[in-house]
């Protein structure tokens, strides 16, 4: 057991003068030379295993405990002493930065909603005040229900590939949000007051004009509506939404699924008159696609385009802004 003693001894030795020189490391470059002086390759401990291989079996043993205890002892000194040079390093550095408390503070940035949803939160709100049920329906949607429930004849050139995206033979990205009206009424018993909203898609792309666009289409089915109830709706709700007095007009107009039909105009500041929505007392082929008696019911409906509203209401003249996600335009509206 000579050799035990003889590392047992060295070590021990060692170890002192190891804690003795740690205390005088000043930075990290010190303590890296340390690390290699007592650890490192050329290190005693490093010349103790390498001995190891000569000894027998038990010696090995005990050796080797007591090699490791000095190699975990060092490393624990060199762990500590870390955090403490690490330590101070910040400690000096908060010193010596100087903190400009006249500096302005760091700003975060906010999310929004988009100026289209506000928009049909706002109208959905004026209608949900005055009882309409607000619903929703499938953009990818059954030429059932987007043409033929709502009299739209075969050859109506709404249907073509140069106006509609087809996905397939009986489905198309929904032209309008009047395709939620059959669908309503195959559902729901009378009396119905109902609002959809939602995405609708066009081939067209110019100023006024995307493929995809917004529009909410409104619903009512109950015992005696007339074109006056309509009226007063539809002239109430642009007072509402537009926050001033400006003049409507309604022009007779022509969509198959109603009878009779109108478009309604606004004036704008510059005397034109814009089309807004169509409207019209739902036509009795539709109330009969849905087995409804036209004469004891009667229904009139309206599809308002949303984005002719929102660029109305904050005076933007290609529809496209409202699409290109220009965050210097969208912050506008915040
Ligand atoms: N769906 C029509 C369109 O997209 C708008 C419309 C007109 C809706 C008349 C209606 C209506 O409900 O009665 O142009």
Known sequence: MKIKKEIYLSLKKIFTSAEREIQEVNNIT??????????????IIS???????????????ECSIILNDFKKNIKNKINNKKIKLQKSIWKNKKNKSFFDVSLPGRKFERGSLHPITMIINKIKNIFNHLGFLTYYGPELENIYYNFDSLNIPKHHPSRSINDTFWFNSNHIL???????????????SYPIRAIFPGKVYRRDYDHTHTPMFHQIEGLIVDKAISFANLKWILENFIFQILKKNVKVRFRSSYFPFTCPSAEMDIQDKNGNWLE??????V???VLKNCNINHNIYSACAFGIGIERIAMLKYSV???RCFFENDIRFLKQFV
Do not use: A, W
Not at 35 to 40: A, H, M, R
Not at 49 to 54: E, G, T
Not at 174 to 188: A, D, F, G, H, P
Not at 276 to 281: A, D, H, R, S, Y
């Open 317 to 319: 003249s290609d529809i």
């Open 174 to 188: 929904r032209t309008q949000t009047s395709s939620m009206q059959v669908r309503i009424l195959e559902k729901y």
């Open 276 to 281: 807004i929505l169509g409207c019209g007392m």
């Open 30 to 43: 010190e303590l890296n030379n340390f690390q290699s002086k007592y650890l490192g390759k050329n290190s």
């Open 47 to 61: 010349f103790y295993f390498n001995k190891l291989i000569q000894l027998n079996i038990s010696e090995r043993k």
């Open 283 to 285: 036509h009795p082929n």
